[in-house]
């Protein structure tokens, strides 16, 4: 069973788990899709789309989406230096988003851009007892130690099919039952990327299945029982 841990896109091929991300503006529920697959959900505020207007509604509707069992993660949600958005805000945004997230002992799901220091501060002062998963991961061989010095999990999508790119680089000393696979918001299936991954870390499909499945029955544990 394929595991697509974050898209944008509802994928009918895919028969295994995916989890959804739903970000601002939030629909009044949570979208229903037919599927012979299992879907979870994630329910957050995007860095790129906070606005100080819309943020007090945003949290009232962000709570009200996630009192859904199948909303599994609160994410992603982050901090991104390349973004327009006022630091400030996206600070006060993440902290709210982390806090909410250990409060409702769902784990959370990370954006973030040249930020990773202050990622790291937070969670040193919340520290919330949730996983937390990096998403999109491509950053450098430092970075990626520190994170997992600080354990967090990295969930690692397209770059991978970028001999060039850092996630390509570096797949092989991230511990395996720290990893996830996503596509994100990408034009890709996620059979693509559990082929290339298989490839490059030598390990059959179905064991990559095994690993990344038990990563998720580990972040989601006592969380997903009472569906
Ligand atoms: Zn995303």
């Not at 949290?59 to 599994?72: D, H, R, S």
Request: charged letters at 15%.
């Amino acid at each position: 069973m394929m595991i697509n841990f974050h898209t944008h896109h509802f994928e009918s091929v895919n028969t295994g788990i995916q989890v959804l991300n739903i970000l601002q503006p939030f629909p009044n529920a949570l979208p229903c899709y037919s599927t012979t697959g299992q879907i979870f959900y994630s329910v957050g505020m995007h860095p790129w789309y906070l606005n100080a207007a819309t943020f007090e509604a945003d949290k009232v509707q962000m709570e009200i989406l996630l009192k859904q069992p199948q909303a599994l993660f609160v994410g992603e949600c982050g901090l991104d230096r390349l973004c327009d958005v006022p630091f400030s805000l996206q600070e006060e945004a993440f902290l709210w988003q982390i806090t909410l997230a250990e409060k409702l002992q769902k784990p959370l799901i990370i954006h973030c851009v040249r930020a990773y220091s202050e990622l790291i501060a937070i969670k040193k002062k919340v520290k919330p007892t949730i996983p937390l998963i990096v998403h999109g991961f491509n950053a450098n061989e430092q970075i990626c130690k520190q994170l997992l010095q600080h354990g967090f999990y990295l969930s690692l999508g397209t770059a991978l099919l970028n001999d060039k790119s850092n996630a390509y680089r570096l797949l092989s000393i991230i511990p395996q039952k720290y990893l996830f696979l996503e596509t994100d918001d990408k034009n890709c299936t996620i059979s693509s990327i559990f082929a290339r991954t298989s490839e490059l870390l030598a390990i059959g499909v179905e064991d990559l299945q095994e690993i990344i499945l038990q990563n998720f029955i580990s972040v989601s544990k006592n969380r997903i029982v009472n569906l």
